[in-house]
């Protein structure tokens, strides 16, 4: 029997007595690869985290090639073959791809120097190997995100890792760059890596097609150990039958909440126009660096006003600054919780209070009482795990964290 690249069992973890990770369990075989997938707070984050030494398990045992370990930090989990890509994007804009791949690890010549055409050519060769269509000589600043988004990737690869870990890696990839990523997961496959992945969320029939071309699926629920679904993806990338754990009902009315016609912004927005109706639930799609955010920057008054008018329920609006925003009725869940959507130093009870202070006090006095029970029906609200509102808001697991983006909000 092959011994596993990869075996977890066990797996415990908790933040401030609220458990994040029950019972988990991972076994990763040479050559194959699994999709982790769950909703918010099912602690796939966590379990990954623990992997690479970012976490220290409560409980639990972890074995690389049959020997168990224990990693204090990622610098460790790499030197025993464990490689992760993560979701946020980190390049040095002015350097080239090749130096961004090798960076804090170029090869060297004499009296020290970096040794830049093998270097190149090292690069060069990655980027063909998995038929990226990347220059190594290319300025990371001149490429799309989907394309830094596989020189990451091919950083990743590039310490010839024996278990890969990818966090989202399709997020910011269009079709054609995800095939490419397909691709190179089926090369390494053939050379009896691992690929361990946490999947996008399941938002629309092209991500879940991909979800469906990974041969195994571990399901997490609640931060526990759920089943593996095996066996081939369906050739039409359907799939079994799907049930919604939380309907989302779209019943739009005749009555128009918010109207934008002609907007257009400082940056990345031209001229558009939508109407969202009462009821309606209205989604804007498009890939990273399209202008999605950018439409909703301007919304919010994070960005100056070129062009456009904005009516909310019947009224204009002229809004250049959040506060404006939040008067009128707006509220604003960043995409990037924890550069712009969260106070980290701060409690959960802070944080679900931030954007309606003015309610929760009066001058300068904080009404606690009244910040307490409006923290609390948020909590219940939104069935956010915490064992206190008290609790430092950095110490909760993702999908919490988002709960309570959404709850500052409300």
Do not use: W
């Not at 269509?133 to 290319?138: L, T």
């Not at 931060?223 to 919604?244: K, V, Y």
């Not at 409690?347 to 679900?352: F, H």
Request: charged fraction near 25%; charge should be neutral; glycine fraction near 10%.
């Amino acid at each position: 029997m092959t011994t596993p690249l990869l075996e977890a069992s066990g797996f415990r973890k908790s933040f401030d007595g609220v458990p994040a990770l029950k019972l988990g369990q991972f076994r990763l075989e040479p050559g194959s690869v699994h999709a982790l997938c769950g909703g918010n707070g099912a602690g796939k984050s966590t379990f990954l985290k623990i992997l690479m030494g970012i976490h220290h398990r409560d409980a639990g045992t972890l074995l690389r090639n049959g020997q168990p370990v224990v990693f204090d930090n990622p610098s460790q989990a790499l030197a025993h073959g464990i490689s992760i890509i993560e979701q946020e994007l980190s390049p040095v804009p002015a350097m080239t791809v090749a130096e961004n791949i090798y960076l804090g690890r170029e090869p060297v010549g004499m009296f020290g120097r970096i040794a830049f055409r093998e270097m190149n050519s090292r690069a060069q060769a990655l980027l063909d190997g998995f038929q990226f269509g990347i220059r190594a000589d290319s300025l990371m600043m001149d490429l799309t995100v989907a394309q830094t988004q596989l020189v990451e990737i091919a950083k990743a690869l590039s310490y010839d890792a024996e278990v890969i870990i990818m966090d989202e890696p399709t997020s910011a990839l269009g079709e054609a760059e995800a095939d490419q990523l397909f691709a190179a997961i089926d090369t390494l496959k053939a050379r009896g890596k691992g690929d361990l992945r946490q999947p996008p969320p399941v938002r629309d029939l092209r991500r879940l097609r991909q979800l469906y071309r990974v041969p195994r699926r571990q399901l997490r629920r609640d931060g526990q150990h759920g089943r593996h679904r095996q066996g081939p993806p369906d050739p039409a990338g359907r799939g079994p039958p799907l049930t919604e754990e939380f309907v989302k009902e779209n019943t739009p009315q005749a009555r128009r909440l918010l109207s934008v016609a002609g907007l257009a912004a400082d940056r990345g927005v031209r001229d558009v126009s939508f109407d969202l109706h009462e009821g309606e639930i209205l989604a804007l799609y498009g890939l990273m660096g399209s202008g999605r955010t950018e439409i909703f920057d301007r919304l919010f008054g994070l960005s100056a006003e070129t062009a456009g008018t904005v009516t909310i329920d019947g009224r204009p609006a002229r809004i250049t600054t959040p506060r404006e925003a939040i008067e009128a009725g707006l509220a604003c869940v960043t995409e990037d919780r924890k550069r712009s959507g969260l106070v980290l130093t701060g409690d959960v009870r802070e944080n679900l209070c931030l954007a309606t202070l003015d309610r929760m006090s009066a001058g300068p006095v904080m009404n606690a009482r009244a910040e307490g029970r409006a923290a609390t029906r948020m909590i219940d609200t939104l069935n956010i795990r915490t064992a206190s509102d008290r609790l430092n808001v950095a110490h909760l697991s993702g999908g919490n964290q988002q709960k309570v983006v959404l709850g500052s909000g409300s």
